[in-house]
C-alpha cells in the first residue's frame, strides 16, 4: 500500500506550497515530542480488535509509528492529500496550531462525509439535514483535537458532522510530555456509534 501511494503521486505538489507546509511540520517542535497517550491509542486497537491501519498525522520517527500505514511528509506521504479510506480504522492526531489544524478537520470530514458543500474559503455551507457517511462499513476515523466546543470549528465545522464523540476525563498524558495543558475531545466517524460508545463512556463523556 506504502509504495503504491508513492508511485501515484500522493505526496502532493513539490511546488513552493508543498515547501512552506513541509517546513511548517518539521518546524513544529510539539509535534514531535508529544505523542498520543499510549492509553488512548489501546483503547482504539481494542475498538479495531488489534492494530490501527491508518496514522495520517504520522510522527517523522519510525519508533513511534503504530499504525500499519503512516502518513509524513518525512516519508513522502502528505496526509492533506493521500486517501484516509480503505485502511480500516484510521487514527488522527493532527498538529493543534492553525491554520494546518483546520485543513485537517476538513480533510477527515470531507473524506468520511457525503455531501459537503464548501464556499471559496474552505467553510461548509450546506450539508444534508442528516448528513451520510461516504465511507464502507468497515472503516472507522478517531481524531483527537482539544475540547473546545465554544469555537467555531467545532460548532460549524464538526458538530454537524461527527457521528459520536468523548469529552476525555481528566488530562490525556501525551508521550514525552507531561499531562496536556488543555482538555481533549475524541471524535469518532463511522458505523458503530453504539459500540464507541461502550468503550470510550468508561473514559469520559459521551453526549446523546
Known amino acids: 500500500m506504502l509504495a503504491h ?11 513552493s506550497g508543498f515547501k512552506a507546509h513541509t517546513m511548517r511540520v518539521v518546524t513544529s517542535s ?4 508529544w505523542r498520543s497517550d499510549p492509553k488512548l491509542i489501546r483503547l482504539i486497537e481494542e475498538f479495531a ?5 491508518l496514522d495520517p498525522c504520522a510522527s ?8 500499519d ?9 502528505d496526509g492533506l492529500v493521500a486517501p484516509w479510506v480503505g485502511f480500516g480504522v484510521a487514527y ?15 480533510k477527515a470530514v470531507d473524506e468520511f462525509v457525503a455531501g459537503v458543500v464548501r464556499d471559496r474559503l474552505g467553510r461548509p455551507v450546506l450539508a444534508q439535514s442528516d448528513p451520510k457517511l461516504r465511507c464502507g462499513r468497515g472503516d472507522h ?32 498524558k501525551f508521550s514525552g510530555s507531561d499531562p496536556a495543558p488543555f482538555p481533549s475531545l475524541i471524535l469518532y466517524f463511522g458505523h ?17
Open 5 to 15: 501511494l508513492l508511485s501515484i503521486g500522493v505526496a502532493g505538489s513539490t511546488g
Open 30 to 33: 510539539k509535534k514531535h515530542k
Open 49 to 53: 480488535r488489534g492494530r490501527i491501519g
Open 60 to 67: 517523522k520517527l519510525e519508533r513511534f509509528h503504530f499504525a
Open 69 to 77: 500505514v503512516n502518513y509524513s511528509l518525512h516519508n513522502g506521504l
Open 92 to 106: 488522527a492526531n493532527p498538529e493543534y496550531k492553525r491554520p494546518l489544524s483546520t485543513k485537517f478537520v476538513r
Open 141 to 172: 476515523l478517531f481524531l483527537l483535537l482539544p475540547a473546545r466546543p465554544d469555537t467555531k470549528m467545532f460548532q460549524q465545522e464538526l458538530l454537524p458532522f461527527v457521528t459520536a464523540m468523548c469529552f476525555w476525563r481528566g488530562r490525556l
Open 192 to 208: 458503530e456509534p453504539k459500540r464507541f460508545r461502550r468503550l470510550f463512556e468508561k473514559h469520559g463523556w459521551v453526549p446523546g
